[in-house]
């Protein structure tokens, strides 16, 4: 069982850049593959980043360049860095944890990231 909380979401220019946070509370972190989602009103959620325990890493087309997801296995906490952000960024974005060896999904409540002049 994992506990997963969102910050800093928030209001940004276009162009502009932000950086999320997902910090996860319980035991064997090394052992999830964590992944970055989002959700746009009327739209369906999307996958937009994930890192495994390894560091390998995979975004999907519309944010390669622009975003990057890291993890510090350290301290619990993977991060999404966003940077030339678009309007069409706009969305809630959640965190997500699937454990290697239980197979289970966790979600976080989500943050939202509104991109607007």
Request: proline content about 4%.
């Amino acid at each position: 069982q994992v506990q997963l909380v969102e910050s800093g979401g928030g209001l940004v220019q276009p162009g502009g850049s932000l950086r999320v946070s997902c910090a996860a509370y319980g035991t064997g972190f090394s052992w999830y593959v964590m992944a970055w989602y989002r959700q746009a009103p009327g739209k369906q959620r999307e996958m937009v980043a994930t890192i495994t325990p390894g560091s390998s890493t995979s975004y999907t087309d519309s944010v390669k360049g622009r975003f990057t997801i890291s993890r510090d296995n350290a301290k619990n906490v993977v991060y999404l860095q966003m940077n030339t952000l678009k309007p069409e960024d706009t969305a809630v974005y959640y965190c997500n944890a699937y454990h290697m060896s239980t197979l289970r999904n966790y979600w976080g409540p989500g943050t939202q990231v509104t991109v607007s002049s």
